[in-house]
């Protein structure tokens, strides 16, 4: 892939972190450090606008969520992710 050059101003503690990674061997420079963040953040950016964009579809062909969809959904979250959290505790506690 090809590189571009810039110039940024940062967070001397992110500086710190970069070059505490580089020093660790958890990366291969401040700018690999630095590229693999931004790589995060610009997925995680295409993967929320792709989730607007489903969610937007999803609206427009059967209308919009109620408050009482979304505050089961967010019941069954919570309830799954306690089943998550149990599980790992267990596995945990086997080991």
Known sequence: MTK???????DA????AAAEAVREGRADSVSAWVN????ERADKESKLAALRAAIADYEAE???FTDEELAAQERADREAAARVR???RRRRAAT
């Open 4 to 10: 571009e050059r810039v110039t940024v101003t940062i």
């Open 13 to 16: 503690e992110l500086a710190a």
């Open 86 to 88: 149990e599980e790992a």
């Open 36 to 39: 693999a963040a931004l790589k």
């Open 62 to 64: 059967y209308g919009a």
